[in-house]
């Protein structure tokens, strides 16, 4: 059985920082694409970053310059470090990853989220 499990969310100041972390445990055969989205009630969830196998991230126009996604292939773990935070960052995170279970079965996979909260 895949599990992402996330950590690292909590309450922090406007113009904080704040890590989040996301591990891929149970048996699998490869990850490709890790990323983190993020989801407010009421609208849809949407993307923050993402990194595919080769280290290639991309991010949503409102993170840039603040949010920086990695990952450690060795760990099956991806990291988001947010700096700069402001109120609209608030919401639950969550990672996802694409992953093979087999060489030729793959599938998308989830985490249950963690809550960020940026607030004075």
């Known amino acids: 059985q895949v599990q992402l499990v996330e950590s690292g969310g909590g309450l922090v100041q406007p113009g904080g920082s704040l890590g989040l972390s996301c591990a891929a445990s149970?048996?699998?055969?490869?990850?490709?694409?890790m990323g983190w989205y993020r989801q407010v009630p009421g609208k849809q969830r949407e993307l923050v970053a993402v990194?595919?196998?080769?280290?290639?991230?991309n991010y949503a126009d409102s993170v840039k310059g603040r949010f920086t996604i990695s990952r450690d292939t060795a760990t099956n773990t991806v990291y988001l470090q947010m700096h700069s935070l402001k109120p609209e960052d608030t919401a639950v995170y969550f990672c996802?990853?694409?992953?093979?279970?087999?060489?030729?079965?793959?599938?998308?996979?989830w985490g249950r989220g963690t809550q960020v909260t940026v607030s004075s």
């Open positions: 990194t595919n196998s080769g280290a290639d991230t």
């Open positions: 996802n990853a694409y992953i093979h279970t087999t060489p030729r079965d793959w599938g998308l996979y």
């Open positions: 149970g048996t699998f055969f490869s990850i490709n694409a």
